[in-house]
């Protein structure tokens, strides 16, 4: 009954540990990423149309476009307070998390506070398109160093810093779980071994070579060892899945997503800052190869050189030329239909990158405000056209990562704690027929027979 007891007891607490961890990461440690990478993603955007409001100045003829970036500003906006008050929540007993954050949000502020008075001296100045006013522009500039050494820097960190907790969170728990599978194994051993010595001594005690109930124990307790083991095998294998191969992805793919805007946004910096439009450019460039990183190109030459690293891929899909955010993803593809989203993807941003270079050359040729039109323009074959196809193709990618993630984290919850409670219950089934077949022989013995009557 020891022996059962032993049993029950290492089933039931390997099943409440993965229970335990399943929660902690389906209600902290993913969530806590998929806020940090938020914030990062609307702090980049809140920058991108903040310039976009300043680089369409007053003039009449960009005015809806001028509302569609004061609208996506605040909308942003508020998802950043939310986001921060997610984390703030989340960071409660970590005093390193918690001065992150409050750090974080003291910089929120001050960045609100420093694009409002851009955005007040812009209309006081009433400007046109391409031609900002001195004053606006040194305002802006402020505004944005913020975000790009402070904020930027702060958001980049967080994701950092949540990501390597739910890795430790994985590791940790994939350990655990193979020191369960041993202690598991050890005690339905013991109890195998226990229940085989019984039968034996039954044997040459009473000159019978089988009992039927311990036989039948026998067999359940070795099932129950091997499905027990089976079953902490595919939690680690749900983990796995949950963590290696979708959010590994989601990771990489909802941080490439953040670039991409922050990309974008300098674009409209290149136009509307043009005393510094070579360092935009540059930025520009920065980000580029963070997402698809091609050693030794130049923003003259990515066009080509990323085609060609495609074409070698297509060819030998063990061939991947080329790092950054893109390369993460394209070294992780699992499931169905993710390697042909991924390489819709990467086509679409081709397409937009072509499109950065028809902005570059109006605005070179002294055409700002026709670069401005076209960098804005959602009209199929124009800039934003083409950031938006990339973007959906982008979302669709992580979605199916999203997904993945999901089941499997599902898949793990739902059966962390009922498997064991199953095999618990066969080990109580063992010693019912244990004692079922030490019964018999134990009446035959005072005091347990009718002789001691």
């Known amino acids: 009954m020891s022996a059962s007891a032993l049993l029950i007891i290492a089933l039931v607490l390997t099943g409440l540990f993965a229970r335990s961890s399943w929660s902690d990461i389906r209600n902290h440690s993913a969530p806590q990423i998929t806020s940090a990478t938020g914030l990062y993603f609307t702090l980049n955007d809140?920058?991108?149309?903040?310039?976009?409001?300043?680089?369409?100045?007053?003039s009449s003829a960009l005015a809806d476009d001028r509302s569609t970036a004061a609208h996506i500003y605040n909308q942003r906006r508020n998802q950043a307070g939310v986001y921060l008050r997610d984390l703030s929540v989340a960071a409660?007993?970590?005093?390193?998390?918690?001065?992150?954050?409050?750090?974080?949000?003291?910089?929120?502020g001050s960045y609100e506070e420093g694009a409002s008075h851009a955005l007040l001296l812009g209309k006081q100045k009433a400007y046109a398109a391409g031609k900002t006013d001195p004053g606006t522009l040194a305002a802006y500039r402020s505004t944005t160093d913020l975000m790009r050494t402070r904020l930027l820097p702060e958001a980049d960190q967080l994701v950092t810093a949540n990501n390597i907790a739910f890795n430790t969170t994985y590791t940790t728990t994939t350990d655990k779980l193979s020191s369960a599978r041993i202690a598991v194994l050890a005690a339905g051993l013991l109890l195998t071994l226990i229940l085989?010595?019984?039968?034996?001594?039954?044997?040459v005690r009473f000159r019978r070579l089988v009992n039927p109930a311990l036989a039948v124990a026998v067999l359940i307790a070795i099932g129950v060892s091997i499905t027990a083991s089976v079953q902490i095998s595919g939690q680690q294998e749900y983990l796995h899945g949950a963590?290696?191969?979708?959010?590994?992805?989601?990771v990489a793919l909802t941080r490439a997503?953040?670039?991409?805007?922050?990309?974008?946004?300098?674009?409209?910096?290149?136009?509307?800052?043009?005393?510094?439009?070579?360092?935009?450019?540059?930025?520009?460039?920065?980000?580029?190869?963070?997402?698809?990183?091609?050693?030794?190109?130049t923003i003259r030459d990515w066009d080509a050189r990323s085609a060609a690293a495609m074409n070698a891929y297509r060819a030998n899909q063990e061939d991947l030329p080329f790092t950054g955010f893109f390369g993460d993803e394209f070294r992780n593809i699992t499931f169905k239909g993710e390697r042909k989203q991924a390489e819709a993807?990467?086509?679409?941003y081709q397409v937009y990158q072509k499109d950065d270079r028809r902005i570059r050359a109006l605005a070179t040729s002294g055409d700002v405000?026709?670069?401005?039109?076209?960098?804005?323009?959602?009209?199929?074959?124009?800039?934003?056209?083409?950031f938006g196809q990339f973007d959906t193709a982008l979302q669709k990618l992580i979605k199916i990562n999203t997904d993945a993630y999901e089941k499997s984290a599902s898949g793990g919850a739902g059966s962390a704690l009922s498997g064991p409670l199953?095999?618990?219950?066969?080990?109580f089934v063992i010693a019912a027929l244990a004692v079922i077949g030490l019964r018999r022989h134990l009446a035959e013995f005072p005091p347990f027979g009718r002789e001691s009557a």
């Not at 998390?97 to 910089?107: K, L, P």
């Not at 963590?243 to 989601?250: E, G, L, T």
């Not at 199953?422 to 080990?427: C, D």
Request: glycine share 6%; charged share 15%.
């Open 422 to 427: 199953g095999l618990s219950g066969a080990v």
């Open 196 to 203: 085989v010595t019984l039968q034996l001594f039954l044997a």
């Open 92 to 108: 409660q007993g970590d005093p390193v998390a918690e001065a992150s954050v409050a750090q974080a949000i003291a910089d929120f």
């Open 46 to 58: 809140m920058d991108a149309q903040l310039a976009n409001q300043l680089m369409f100045g007053t």
């Open 345 to 348: 993807v990467v086509a679409s």
């Open 257 to 297: 997503r953040a670039v991409a805007y922050d990309a974008n946004a300098d674009e409209s910096r290149y136009l509307l800052d043009q005393p510094l439009a070579a360092e935009h450019e540059q930025h520009f460039f920065d980000k580029t190869q963070q997402l698809m990183h091609l050693p030794g190109a």
């Open 243 to 250: 963590r290696r191969d979708a959010y590994d992805s989601v």
């Open 369 to 386: 405000t026709g670069a401005i039109a076209y960098c804005v323009s959602y009209k199929p074959g124009d800039s934003n056209w083409a």
